[in-house]
C-alpha cells in the first residue's frame, strides 16, 4: 500500500515527531511505500497564493508532488498537536494547497442548480494522531473536541475518506513508562489499519 504521513511539528525531539517515526517504522517494516513529509523541516510555505486557486492553476513542481502523492495514496497519517483546537497554521496551509479541487474533491451541479460535494481521493482510511495538554485523552473528550470535526467532517468526509481513526495523547503525562505505552499504542493502530503485506 502507499501511505502518505505528514508531520506538523516545529521540535524534532517532540512526541509528535516520536509518533510520527514509530508510524514511519511500523509502516516501513510492514511492507507499504510511504510518502513521509515533515512540514516545519521542509519549511513547506503554507500560504495559498490567489493564482493557485483556480482549478486549472499552474503549481509549483513541490507542490504537485504533493498532490499527486495524496492522490494516490492508499491511507493516510496525520501528526500534530491541539493548538487553541485546531491544526498548526502549516498543516492548515498545507490543507489549503494539496487538498484542492481536482485533487482530493470536487463540486457537483444537480438539475436544480444545486452542488454537491464529491470525494475523490483514492484512501479508505486516515489515522490522526493528536497531542494535546488539556488533562485528557478520553474519547468523550474528543467528540467535544473542534479538531473532531474538522478531520473527520470538515476535510475528509468531503474528500470521500469513509474511515477516519482519531487518537489524542495527553502530553501532561509524560513518564518514560507512559511514552513507552502510547508508542506503543501507536504502532499498534498502525498495525491494525495498514497491517504487513503479504508476500
Same mark, same amino acid.
Given at each position: 500500500?502507499?501511505?502518505?504521513?505528514?508531520?506538523?511539528? @516545529?521540535?524534532?525531539?517532540?512526541?509528535?515527531?516520536?509518533?510520527?517515526?514509530?508510524?514511519?517504522?511500523?509502516?516501513?517494516?510492514?511492507?507499504?511505500?510511504? %510518502?513521509?513529509?515533515?512540514?516545519? $523541516?521542509?519549511?513547506?510555505?503554507?500560504?495559498? @497564493?490567489?493564482?493557485?486557486?483556480?482549478?486549472?492553476?499552474?503549481? @509549483?513542481?513541490?507542490?504537485?508532488?504533493?498532490?499527486?502523492?495524496?492522490?494516490?495514496?492508499?491511507?493516510?497519517?496525520?501528526?500534530?498537536?491541539?493548538?487553541?483546537?485546531?491544526?498548526?497554521?502549516?498543516?492548515?496551509?498545507?490543507?489549503?494547497?494539496?487538498?484542492?479541487?481536482?485533487?482530493?474533491?470536487?463540486?457537483?451541479?444537480?438539475?436544480?442548480?444545486?452542488?454537491?460535494?464529491?470525494?475523490?481521493?483514492?484512501?479508505?482510511?486516515?489515522?490522526?494522531?493528536?497531542?494535546?495538554? $488539556?488533562?485528557?485523552?478520553?474519547?468523550?473528550?474528543?467528540?467535544?473536541?473542534?479538531?473532531?470535526?474538522?478531520?473527520?467532517?470538515?476535510?475528509?468526509?468531503?474528500?470521500?475518506?469513509?474511515?477516519? %481513526?482519531?487518537?489524542?495523547?495527553?502530553?501532561?503525562?509524560? $513518564?518514560?513508562?507512559?511514552?513507552?505505552?502510547?508508542?506503543?499504542?501507536?504502532?499498534?493502530?498502525?498495525?491494525?489499519?495498514? @497491517?504487513?503485506?503479504?508476500?
Amino acid at each position: 500500500m502507499n501511505i502518505s504521513l505528514i508531520l506538523a511539528h @516545529p521540535d524534532t525531539g517532540s512526541l509528535n515527531a516520536a509518533i510520527a517515526k514509530h508510524c514511519l517504522d511500523t509502516l516501513n517494516a510492514n511492507g507499504h511505500s510511504v %510518502y513521509f513529509h515533515d512540514l516545519y $523541516s521542509e519549511h513547506f510555505n503554507a500560504i495559498l @497564493p490567489a493564482h493557485e486557486i483556480p482549478r486549472a492553476a499552474e503549481l @509549483p513542481e513541490e507542490l504537485r508532488q504533493h498532490c499527486a502523492e495524496i492522490a494516490f495514496a492508499d491511507g493516510i497519517i496525520i501528526v500534530h498537536p491541539n493548538w487553541w483546537g485546531q491544526p498548526p497554521a502549516i498543516l492548515k496551509g498545507w490543507v489549503d494547497r494539496v487538498l484542492r479541487p481536482g485533487v482530493a474533491y470536487e463540486f457537483v451541479k444537480g438539475q436544480e442548480g444545486t452542488t454537491t460535494p464529491v470525494g475523490l481521493l483514492k484512501a479508505q482510511s486516515a489515522l490522526i494522531f493528536n497531542t494535546s495538554s $488539556s488533562g485528557t485523552d478520553s474519547d468523550s473528550e474528543a467528540s467535544q473536541d473542534p479538531l473532531e470535526i474538522i478531520w473527520k467532517t470538515s476535510i475528509f468526509k468531503l474528500c470521500g475518506v469513509t474511515d477516519c %481513526y482519531r487518537k489524542i495523547f495527553n502530553i501532561a503525562k509524560n $513518564s518514560d513508562r507512559q511514552c513507552h505505552d502510547l508508542l506503543a499504542e501507536v504502532s499498534k493502530t498502525v498495525n491494525r489499519y495498514y @497491517p504487513a503485506q503479504e508476500g
